[in-house]
Structure formats: structure tokens, C-alpha cells
């Protein structure tokens, strides 16, 4: 059944609680039965079907191009007009057919009201807002144009906070620091003041700001917002406003060096010999490869660390030959050189357990070990050890001073038995760093 839009309202009813929502198909009505979305809205205005919407729609400042965009609100009998609960005009004003009113010009028998003619205690309506301001009404029931005066919404309250406070390692001492904060509704952030725990402090209108520490710890720092709002300064914390960094101390100063090249027979009879090479590297130094020169014109490259346990060489003939190992190191960034050699010698004329001593000394084949009970270098035929009484791996063993310097090359002697053949054991002196004893029992 249509309703009625308009109506003398002479009392109280039932139906003045209503909000209306169905066609309005009266002689009221701007658009006969109304329109209930934006496209049958265009559609109307483009039919025109009294001939005089278009002039209607202009009175009230509306054109085709506005028809779109719109939000759903209500138009109230008491003149507001709202979306939601939201108030965005008070004083709203229609127009309708054949009740007299304001006229508008060229138009049949159409005048401006007031919505206090609504039967209804409202009536759905299509808002346009324009940047958040009321601009017009249609409603829906009947197609009829509304004004009114739009509302001020009140100023919103400012709002700010601190956000985060986030740390970026740049070097060991040197850290860079960036605050994220917000301001709206007025306040603006003006500025940044850090304070890095170290007693020292900044203030900057950047929000990234880089600082250095003198010396190592962990340090806490903290950051303010500067907002400007309501024409005074607030600085402003907050729960994720502080970090703990922490300086590391500087490092131990780079030691790289070789220790000693050694060398053993593993095979006599194609005289293969097997090289054993020990290097220091520590406090951030790294070996990166070894290039070995077996003096006889071989040569065997970029040996890396863990290839050094199978290096070997086979020389064709007897004779004195000089190895020497170039150690490339990283140090700092740059590469290192550092060089050791041993002295190689194949002959029947040495001791082949100790092959620097002629083979009838009498001290040939002694070695070193440690005495298990009173934890003490000493001296014993290699034919006489005893590995329940010598303790070829005990720590404080290793510990003792070592018996040569640490770094430098040896030099070792190969002989052996019998001509052209070759016989020799390794030759292993006791380091503080590595354990030989057990060395010298699996060559």
C-alpha cells in the first residue's frame, strides 16, 4: 500500500514512531513511487517523468553528476537529518507536490517545506557528504530533495603517542637509532630526544639518529616524542620507547703463524712422503689455504684446512730437498702471507727414528714423552714405551713448556735401509698446543 510523505500533522498517532521505507506513489511525490538505489535514482532524473524534476533538483543545488555517492541515512520529522546515530544537518527542508509552500519556479505546483509535514517520524533517504559535510538529501520513499543547514561535527581531540624505539648495529661501538611515533586531530611531532644510557644525549628532528660508545657494556636507551599541540610542547614516552644495546669488547688482536712443517716416509719404496703442517690463528685470523713447493719442482695449490691432514708427495730419486709451505691467512679483511720449510734429506746414513742424528748414535730413536706419575718431560727409547706408564694424552702433560719455539720451520732428515730403498719414521718434537705423543704413535 503507498504511503503518504506529507501530511497536516494535527496530533499524536502510532505511526509517528515510524520510519518509512516503501514507495510513495501519491501525487506528492517528486519521483512517483520514489527510488530505492543510485541507478534507478539516475534513471528517474533521466526519464523525467513530470518534466519538471530537473528544475526541482536545481532549486536544491542538485545535478545528474550528484547523483551518485551516497550514504544510507533518515531524514527526522524534527529536522535532522542523520547517518547512524550521527547528526550532519539540523533545520532540513523538502519540497512536494500540491501543498503549497515556497514555489519553485516552472515546476507543477511544487513548493519548499518543512519536514515537521512528515507523517512518519522519519523517512530513509540517500546523504551526500561532501569532505565530510552534509550537501543534500533525496528520500528514497518518494524521490523529494532535502536541505538543511549541515552540522560542525566537533573538533576531534588531538592524539600522539611514542610508538617504538628500534636499534641498528652499524660497527661494535657505533649504533643508529629510529623512533616511530604518531600525532593526529592538531598535534604534529616536532622532534626526537634520545638519551643513550651513557650519560650522553641528543635532540633532533630526525627520527633516526646515530650515536658511539666509548667503551664496552650494555646501555639502555630512551626516546621522547616533541609534539605540538594546542599551542604548547609535550614530549611524550612510551612502553616500546626504550632499547637495550649492547657493546661488545674489542677483539684479541689477530695472531697467525706457522708453527712447524714436518714430514714422514709412508712409503719406501716409491719414497712418498707425508707432510704434517701446525699453525696458529686466533683472535679473528683464519687460515684460508696453504700452497705447498716440494723443492724437487712440484708444486700442489690451495690447500684448504681440511686437506692439510692428506698432503703427500712421491720424489723420483734420493737426495736434499727443501719444502716450503706459503700459508695465505685472513687477517682483518686482508691476506697474509707467512712461510715455513723443511729440509728433507734421503740417504742410508741416518737414524731413521730420529733422522737429524747419524744411525750408530746412541741416542738415535729417543723421543720425548710424558711420565704419567710426576706429569714430567722425559726421554726414553721409543722401543722402551710403555703406554701404562707414559701418558701419551694427559692434559697437564700438554701443558708443560714446550721443548722448541712455537713458530719457525724444522728440519727434518729422511733415511734408511739399504741401498735404494727407503725406511724412516716421523720425527715428532712436543708442542704446548697439540698433542705429539699420540702424533708419534699412529705415524
Not at 509552500?101 to 517520524?121: L, R
Not at 643513550?196 to 621522547?224: I, L
Not at 707425508?274 to 723443492?295: H, Q
Amino acid at each position: 500500500m503507498a504511503s503518504t510523505v506529507f501530511a497536516l500533522n494535527v496530533g499524536p498517532s502510532t505511526a509517528n514512531a515510524a520510519i518509512d521505507n516503501t514507495p510513495d506513489c501519491d501525487n506528492v511525490a517528486i519521483i512517483k513511487c520514489g527510488a530505492f538505489s543510485e541507478s534507478e535514482l539516475r534513471s528517474e532524473y533521466d526519464k523525467n517523468t513530470y518534466g519538471d524534476l530537473h528544475r526541482v533538483y536545481s532549486a536544491f543545488g542538485i545535478s545528474r553528476s550528484d547523483l551518485s555517492g551516497f550514504e544510507n541515512g533518515v531524514v527526522y520529522r524534527n529536522g535532522d537529518v542523520k547517518i547512524g546515530d550521527k547528526v550532519v544537518a539540523t533545520n532540513a527542508m523538502t519540497a512536494g507536490r500540491n501543498y503549497g509552500g515556497t514555489p519553485i519556479a516552472n515546476t507543477k505546483n511544487v513548493g519548499k517545506y518543512s519536514v515537521s509535514k512528515f507523517v512518519d517520524e522519519g523517512q530513509t533517504a540517500f546523504i551526500k557528504m561532501v569532505n565530510g559535510k552534509f550537501s543534500f538529501a533525496i528520500v528514497k520513499a518518494c524521490g523529494n530533495p532535502v536541505t538543511g543547514t549541515p552540522k560542525t561535527p566537533p573538533k576531534p581531540k588531538p592524539t600522539y603517542s611514542c610508538d617504538s624505539l628500534t636499534a641498528k648495529k652499524i660497527s661494535r661501538t657505533e649504533f643508529e637509532f629510529t623512533a616511530t611515533g604518531a600525532a593526529a586531530n592538531g598535534a604534529k611531532v616536532t622532534g626526537y630526544r634520545f638519551t643513550f644510557g651513557d650519560g650522553k644525549s641528543t635532540t633532533s628532528t630526525s627520527r633516526t639518529v646515530p650515536h658511539t660508545y666509548s667503551k664496552e657494556g650494555s646501555y639502555t636507551v630512551e626516546v621522547e616524542i616533541r609534539v605540538e599541540v594546542d599551542g604548547s610542547t609535550k614530549y611524550v614516552s612510551g612502553g616500546n620507547c626504550d632499547v637495550t644495546i649492547k657493546v661488545t669488547p674489542p677483539p684479541a688482536k689477530p695472531e697467525y703463524a706457522c708453527d712447524s712443517l714436518s714430514a714422514r716416509i709412508t712409503n719406501k719404496e716409491n719414497r712418498t712422503i707425508k707432510y704434517t703442517l701446525r699453525y696458529t690463528a686466533e683472535g679473528g685470523a683464519s687460515l684460508k689455504s696453504v700452497d705447498f713447493n716440494f723443492g724437487d719442482g712440484s708444486t700442489r695449490q690451495g690447500v684448504t684446512p681440511s686437506q692439510l691432514s692428506d698432503v703427500e708427495h712421491s720424489y723420483a730419486r734420493d737426495g736434499s730437498f727443501t719444502t716450503t709451505a706459503t700459508l695465505h691467512f685472513n687477517v682483518a679483511k686482508e691476506v697474509k702471507d707467512v712461510k715455513c720449510s723443511v729440509k728433507i734429506t734421503i740417504s742410508p746414513e741416518v737414524c731413521p727414528e730420529n733422522p737429524t742424528l747419524p744411525k750408530d748414535s746412541p741416542d738415535c730413536g729417543v723421543i720425548e714423552v710424558c711420565e704419567l706419575s710426576s706429569k714430567q718431560i722425559i726421554k726414553i727409547k721409543e722401543s722402551e714405551f710403555d703406554a701404562s706408564k707414559h701418558s701419551k694424552d694427559d692434559a697437564d702433560c700438554q701443558e708443560t713448556p714446550e721443548v722448541l719455539p712455537s713458530t719457525g720451520p724444522e728440519s727434518f732428515v729422511m733415511g734408511g735401509l739399504g741401498l735404494g730403498s727407503l725406511t724412516a719414521a716421523g720425527y715428532y718434537l712436543r708442542s704446548s698446543r697439540r698433542n705429539l705423543i699420540n702424533k708419534l704413535l699412529n705415524r
